[in-house]
């Protein structure tokens, strides 16, 4: 399954923003962990947020953590990744995935500049 992620655009600091994970139909967000992670130019892609499938926990990189909050619309079958306070060193291209899969989409850009 390939993700599409959508919702990223330029910011300005302070900001806020929500990028959205669809998926083809038939993949159900609510049975697999799902995930954003983002990569900024010149890095390595690093891991954002975690929603767990079990329970609905959710994890955030201590980067983001307190700014960003991962949910789940399963009636649209989809996922969100809110993001305030928008720092420039939130620049970068965010994916959704499954921790451990290898396919992944094209992204989306988020860049966030005075």
């Known amino acids: 399954v390939r993700f599409v992620e959508s919702g990223g655009g330029e910011m300005q600091p302070g900001e806020s923003l929500t990028l959205s994970c669809a998926a083809a139909?038939?993949?159900?967000?609510?049975?697999?962990?799902m995930t954003w992670y983002r990569q900024a130019p010149g890095k390595e892609r690093e891991w954002v947020a975690t929603l767990i499938s079990a329970g609905g926990g959710t994890n955030y990189a201590d980067s983001v953590k307190g700014r960003v909050t991962i949910s789940r619309d399963d009636a649209k079958n989809t996922v969100y990744l809110y993001m305030n306070n928008l720092k420039p060193e939130d620049t970068a291209v965010y994916y959704c995935n499954v921790p451990g899969w290898l396919i992944w989409g094209r992204g989306t850009q988020v860049t966030v500049s005075s």
């Open positions: 139909s038939g993949f159900t967000f609510s049975s697999h962990n």
